[in-house]
């Protein structure tokens, strides 16, 4: 990230601010919070957050918005996608998705890579670990006999790595399988590959978990910290008590 604000402020003679991102939506605090180890969604599922570590991820965020030597605006959607596409800013934070919306604008030429690590106190190079989403299939703890053995032969076939690499040109969806992570379709492919390295830096969501839920018990608080109305520690501690809350 350090290198990224140095080739930032070389720019434009600071006519570019140089980095876009959704700035309101907790889904792009994440990557930083889980490099602080703040991470709010335990392995069981349960929601919590240390509001310490969190407060240091804050602080890296809101410094990179800082009105005076910040290096991006704070924006909404819409705003950072637009600035991206006048030249206004040179990188842009964005979901996967973003890569096929912008393959339709003409007239523009894109690169794609990995979230950034960051220098953290007392923590070197942390890489950015943001939320991954996953596609399920399930089958029924009721099920018995004939039944089982169907749907379980259903799920080898479909979870194969030539079912799951079919997927990628049919879906958009990246496979799961290691065997079909290491295909030269994925390790070839410029974007695929660089899509399935950062999938695997990220961190799943256990099923049950609601992630909706989770981002708007964080969403009231980032907003009030950025608009400078909050401390990080006062937005820390009430994304705290607001996730916390979830639990009950």
Request: hydrophobic residues 45%; charged residues 20%; glycine residues 6%.
């Amino acid at each position: 990230m350090d290198d990224l604000i140095d080739v930032v402020e070389t720019l434009g003679d600071g006519s570019q601010r140089g980095l876009a991102l959704n700035s309101y939506d907790p889904l792009w605090l994440l990557p930083w919070l889980s490099a602080a180890g703040a991470w709010p969604i335990e392995e069981d599922g349960r929601l919590s957050l240390d509001p310490t570590a969190a407060e240091i991820a804050l602080d890296l965020y809101l410094s990179w918005h800082a009105e005076a030597d910040g290096i991006a605006a704070v924006q909404t959607y819409e705003t950072m996608r637009q600035s991206f596409l006048n030249g206004e800013a040179v990188f842009m934070i964005d979901g996967e998705w973003a890569i096929q919306e912008l393959s339709f604008v003409p007239d523009i030429d894109v690169g794609i890579a990995r979230l950034p690590t960051v220098d953290l106190p007392e923590e070197d190079d942390q890489p950015a670990t943001p939320l991954i989403l996953g596609r399920y299939w399930a089958m029924s703890s009721t099920l018995s006999g004939n039944q089982t053995l169907a749907a379980t032969t259903f799920l080898e076939f479909i979870t194969e790595p030539d079912r799951q690499l079919e997927q990628i040109s049919q879906f958009g969806l990246l496979p799961t399988r290691r065997d079909a992570l290491d295909n030269p379709k994925i390790v070839n492919d410029s974007i695929q590959r660089v899509n399935a390295a950062q999938m695997q830096a990220g961190r799943p969501v256990p099923l049950g978990v609601n992630v909706n839920a989770l981002l708007d018990a964080m969403r009231t608080p980032l907003q009030a910290a950025l608009e400078g109305e909050i401390t990080a520690q006062e937005a820390a501690e009430t994304m705290q008590k607001n996730i916390e809350a979830l639990n009950d």
